[in-house]
């Protein structure tokens, strides 16, 4: 669902658009709005991992949430995947990453996760669910290449 005109949200609302400055390649941004701005607004950039402002003129289409350029087509899909044993806060941006990136997130281990990214505080029942459905494990600094790079370490640490 295109969203074109769609004014800034409310304060710790996720916006999703593409943006274009003159002479750079389009990008496509979610940003958790903090406030606007005479010719746009601020927020925290998911893409960049820091606090952006952002000119309402270079917002070529608002899109909703659940729409991206990487799911246009299915050559380019991504992988399920699912965080687990990081604090609520450091959760919500890993999961803002990888959803920017292209890939579903889950919230429970199912078939088809590709991908359990565990934290220091990951149970051992999530850890074994994901493991009878074959699902690879990564730590964040794994999930990092992965969503930067899009390869994995050949000896990720356990």
């Given at each position: 669902?295109?969203?074109?005109?769609?004014?800034?949200?409310?304060?710790?609302?996720?916006?999703?658009?593409?943006?274009?400055?003159?002479?750079?390649?389009?990008?496509?941004?979610?940003?958790?709005?903090?406030?606007?701005?005479?010719?746009?607004?601020?927020?925290?950039?998911?893409?960049?991992?820091a606090?952006?402002?952002?000119?309402?003129?270079?917002?070529?289409?608002?899109?909703?949430?659940?729409?991206?350029?990487?799911?246009?087509s299915?050559?380019?899909?991504?992988?399920?995947?699912?965080?687990?044993?990081?604090e609520?806060?450091?959760?919500?941006?890993?999961?803002?990453?990888?959803?920017?990136?292209?890939?579903r997130?889950?919230?429970?281990?199912?078939?088809?996760?590709?991908?359990l990214?565990?934290?220091?505080?990951?149970?051992?029942?999530?850890?074994?669910?994901?493991?009878?459905?074959?699902?690879?494990?990564?730590?964040?600094?794994?999930?990092?290449?992965?969503?930067?790079?899009?390869e994995?370490?050949?000896?990720?640490?356990?």
């Amino acid at each position: 669902m295109l969203m074109r005109g769609r004014p800034p949200g409310r304060p710790r609302e996720i916006l999703h658009f593409l943006y274009q400055e003159p002479g750079h390649t389009l990008t496509e941004h979610f940003v958790n709005y903090l406030d606007t701005r005479p010719d746009g607004f601020t927020g925290f950039c998911f893409t960049a991992m820091a606090e952006r402002s952002f000119q309402s003129a270079h917002v070529v289409e608002w899109l909703a949430l659940d729409q991206g350029r990487a799911r246009q087509s299915p050559a380019s899909a991504k992988f399920d995947i699912l965080f687990t044993g990081f604090e609520d806060a450091e959760r919500a941006v890993l999961e803002a990453r990888a959803t920017a990136a292209g890939y579903r997130v889950r919230t429970s281990v199912t078939k088809g996760l590709a991908y359990l990214c565990c934290g220091p505080n990951a149970g051992p029942v999530k850890m074994r669910k994901a493991r009878e459905v074959g699902a690879e494990f990564l730590n964040k600094n794994a999930f990092e290449g992965l969503i930067t790079h899009g390869e994995l370490p050949l000896n990720p640490p356990p």
